[in-house]
């Protein structure tokens, strides 16, 4: 069989893809149809920005975050002749929350699917429980390492029993003479216990360092080696932190003669030398939630004495004699373990036979040919699955994201506001409009492509906000590139985006110290929010209010903020419409689609019938004007559209596309309609060519987006607006398709 494996995999460093290495090569090894790794194949994970010089197997690698490069593996695959694939599942190793970004993949395959569901959820969120459930109705067979993730699935996730397949983890079938090895690392005085793996917060090891005192008082020549580097999502988040707690525990202890961490990612061969080296090895994990442990696989495998906490992988693996369990964080009762198997080596002579001889049982050579019978029953039965409707656009049609012409406009005081062609225009200076559009486009940029390039970018525009803003609260708009001020009250519309941007960070701050900040300039603004005339300010700082609620649903004052604003819209669209105008004023000017969308907000946080048919109706209005053509055509800024007049054609503006998309998208959201997502998708080809001149305003060159079109032809100029109005849609079409297969 020729089978394409989708996980991570050396040199990334990483348990999945050791597990995978071993499976890809126990599987070919015992396929007599495939010899010499020339059929099968990897489709890689790579973490973040890694560059990795991958082995010739992986033939196809996946950017963690990049939901592009996911349909992309999703082709190759289909393309390759690969009969069946197989997925190595965890949460955190795919993109998007919760890894939804593998949704789209799997949904994508014309082949049948196998799941090795690394993690199984025992009180998963709502999406975590979404997700699974949705591979799995996917998958033809679900491979499980234990018998409790069996149990969890039917009862939890209600997976069918026959779906699902048992093998356990494999072992590698390395061997080694104990008395050897110890001389090797020059450990022969010693009698050591060990522990392997990432290290983090959830391995417990302050547990065994804080048992050894006891241990080293009766046994002196005790070593404890903890070998392992940290896992590299804490060192993101929260660097070293866990091994300088476990470095200044040792010293508190006085055990710095008996404890030695060991910062390394060691081969296979490596590790099982130190495994045969140990004594004892012991697994100190703080709770029961682990369902499968290589760790401990490996423990077991090479024949260790292991002492362990009752998690459920090892209460299966170390049951009949196999190793010996003590409650979690019981500091006292593993003292005691260990000095009764030191003091008894017969004790432990007896648990390591045990173990050992289960461990022959479970090499991977035998896991590899279990694997093998699975694929022929699955390719054999060659189950039907249901596939989902086709999705209503495709993503894989989009230009590569990149930010390169807003990093080129933006210097250390904010974006600069316009370009002449594809190059800053500091005669102009800056603007308070594009700085809260940066912002926001940068926060969107980082939430959901992870690029902390974008992240960087963020404390330039908030400095800028902040300078712009008055002691009254509202916010003057426009700055020289010398540094001017150029007014001391900017627009009502400026405020609103400002507004707008500032909700939005407060419900997806990056940070405390981004939080604070934000929270303190929205405060401050609040009081200008019941002097806003404007009906596009309202409708903006409408969305900032929404954004900022749907963190805060306790703030009644701002609920009631939120409504007053919304009726205000109400009215005008009362005032306004009759016979078949429905909208707002007597024209369609500027940002039309600004006003149904934060309607559409509203809605989502009201839930008002009054408010919902507002933002529905004019929603309606809006694409009877704008996309009866099959295409979007925008109400253009020369003459706008006046109800009895003739509706302009050109000055086309980015930010009213930008408008529609946003507008779809919210409306998505409400309705699961997929219509919605046909008219995002639609929408965001404007940018493409899809549009009156059938010209693309996006520059592959600059990576900018021309500022309109005009009667003429495109603005060949690439402000500030119009790129952030692009890239901004661009998110929010991938958002977009995100949410439909989180709800599908």
């Known amino acids: 069989m020729k089978n394409a494996y989708i996980a991570t995999y050396p040199p990334r460093q990483c348990g999945i893809g050791t597990f995978t290495n071993n499976l890809f090569n126990s599987m070919v090894a015992t396929d007599i149809d495939e010899p010499n790794h020339k059929k099968s194949f990897i489709v890689a994970i790579n973490d973040f920005e890694q560059e990795l010089t991958y082995p010739e197997e992986v033939k196809f690698t996946i950017k963690q975050e990049s939901q592009e490069d996911y349909l992309a593996a999703a082709k190759y695959i289909n393309l390759s002749g690969a009969d069946c694939c197989i997925l190595q599942h965890e949460f955190g190793i795919f993109g998007g929350q919760d890894g939804i970004y593998i949704l789209p993949l799997l949904h994508q395959l014309d082949i049948p699917l196998i799941v090795t569901l690394h993690t199984v959820i025992q009180v998963p969120s709502y999406a975590q429980k979404e997700i699974l459930q949705r591979i799995c109705r996917m998958a033809n067979r679900i491979v ?9 699935l039917m009862e939890i996730y209600d997976i069918p029993k026959e779906k699902i ?39 417990g090891i302050e547990t065994a360092i804080q048992a050894l005192p006891k241990v080293v008082e009766k046994h002196p020549d005790v070593l404890y080696i903890v070998l392992g580097k940290t896992h590299p999502s804490v060192i993101r988040h929260a660097g070293e932190e866990y091994r300088l ?44 939630a682990q369902i499968t442990s290589g760790t401990l696989a490996y423990a077991v495998g090479a024949g260790s004495a292991v002492v362990s906490t009752p998690y459920w992988h090892a209460t299966e693996l170390l049951s009949k004699g196999r190793g010996v369990l003590f409650d979690f964080g019981n500091t006292d009762e593993l003292s005691n373990i260990l000095i009764d198997l030191l003091d008894h080596p017969e004790k432990r002579l007896a648990i390591r036979k045990k173990a050992f001889a289960y461990g022959r049982k479970i090499t991977w050579p035998k896991i590899g040919s279990i694997y093998n019978d699975i694929v022929e029953k699955v390719f054999e039965e060659n189950i039907k699955i249901e596939k989902k409707e086709v999705i209503p656009f495709d993503i894989s049609l989009l230009p590569t994201f990149s930010i390169e012409h807003i990093k080129r406009l933006t210097d250390d005081t904010g974006i ?36 902390t390039s974008a992240l960087r970018l963020c404390p330039i525009y908030l400095s800028y906000i902040h300078f712009m803003q008055n002691q009254d609260g509202q916010f003057k708009n426009f700055l020289s590139y010398s540094r001017d001020f150029l007014d001391e009250v900017g627009s009502e519309d400026s405020f609103g985006r400002t507004i707008w941007a500032l909700g939005y960070m407060l419900n997806n701050a990056p940070n405390a110290s981004y939080y604070q900040i934000g929270r303190l300039m929205f405060d401050e603004a609040i009081p200008a929010f019941e002097n806003l005339k404007s009906i596009r300010s309202i409708a903006n700082t409408m969305i900032g209010v929404c954004y900022y609620l749907k963190g805060n649903m306790s703030d009644e004052i701002m609920i009631e903020r939120l409504r007053n604003l919304t009726y ?34 509203a809605t989502e946080i009201l839930n008002d019938d009054e408010v919902r048919k507002v933002a529905f109706d004019s929603m309606n209005f809006l694409i009877a004007h704008t996309m009866n053509k099959g295409f979007l055509s925008i109400i253009g800024n020369e003459k706008w559209f006046k109800k009895e007049g003739d509706r302009s054609v050109f000055a086309q503006q980015p930010i009213d596309a930008m408008g529609m998309v946003l507008m779809f998208r919210q409306a998505y959201k409400i309705t699961d309609d997929k219509q919605y997502l046909s008219k995002l998708f639609k929408s965001f080809k404007w940018f493409l060519g899809e549009n009156d001149l059938r010209m693309s305003l996006f520059n592959h060159e600059t990576q900018g987006c021309f500022d309109g079109l005009e009667s003429y032809g495109i603005n060949q100029n690439q402000g500030a607006e119009s790129t952030l109005a692009y890239l901004i849609s661009y998110l929010n079409v991938l958002k977009a398709h995100e949410d439909y297969y989180r709800k599908d």
Request: with cysteine.
């Open 144 to 152: 499980v390492m234990s018998h409790k993730a069996i149990e969890m």
């Open 165 to 203: 397949a048992y093998a356990e983890h494999g072992v590698p079938n390395f061997r080694y003479i104990q008395e050897e090895v110890k001389k090797e690392f020059k450990l022969e005085k010693k009698k050591v216990l060990l522990t392997f793996g990432f290290i983090g917060r959830n391995k």
């Open 245 to 288: 707690y476990l470095t200044q525990l040792i010293e508190d202890l006085n055990l710095e003669k008996n404890v030695v961490l060991l910062n390394e990612y060691t081969s296979q061969e490596e590790l099982f030398k130190y495994l045969y080296a140990s004594d004892i090895y012991i697994t100190p994990y703080l709770n029961e």
């Open 416 to 451: 600069i506001q316009h370009a002449k062609f594809g190059i800053p225009n500091r005669k102009e200076g800056y603007c308070l409009d594009d700085n809260a559009r940066a912002l926001l486009m940068a926060l969107m940029t980082y939430k959901i492509k992870k690029d």
């Open 568 to 601: 205000v819209l109400v009215k005008h669209y009362q005032a306004n419409s009759h016979d078949s105008w429905n909208w707002y004023e007597q024209l369609l000017a500027y940002d039309n689609a600004i006003l149904p969308l934060a309607m559409l907000h």
